[in-house]
């Protein structure tokens, strides 16, 4: 069972730029693919972004595709969300979590951290 605690949320200005860290515990992260969600006020939880067990195959929601980066550092057991260019509507609790292999869904979530972008 993989343990998950996200960091590196905060406040930040419209078009600014945040990186969020989700630190795995447990020998299995370098086996599983991971993937970052968010849940906004009064939302659904949503997909964001994924990346395959050895990081050579990511993939996004069309909402942040091109402002997004997920990356995974495998001997660190920590994965990366990088986000660039950030609006208000990307204002939510983000959470890292275990993909489900073949789907956008998650297992094994972290406690999630806040972003909030002003405009």
């Known amino acids: 069972q993989v343990q998950l605690v996200e960091s590196g949320g905060g406040l930040v200005q419209a078009g600014g730029s945040l990186r969020l860290s989700c630190a795995a515990s447990?020998?299995?992260?370098?086996?599983?693919?991971m993937g970052w969600f968010r849940q906004a006020p009064g939302k659904e939880r949503e997909f964001v972004a994924a990346?395959?067990?050895?990081?050579?195959?990511?993939y996004y929601a069309d909402s942040v595709k091109g402002r997004f980066t997920i990356s995974r550092d495998n001997a660190k057991n920590t994965a990366y969300l990088q986000m660039n260019s950030l609006k208000p509507e990307d204002t939510a609790v983000y959470y890292c979590?275990?993909?489900?292999?073949?789907?956008?869904?998650?297992?094994?979530w972290g406690q999630g951290t806040q972003v909030t972008v002003s405009s």
């Open positions: 990346i395959s067990v050895t990081g050579g195959y990511t």
């Open positions: 979590a275990v993909i489900i292999t073949g789907t956008r869904q998650g297992r094994s």
């Open positions: 447990g020998r299995t992260f370098s086996s599983v693919g």
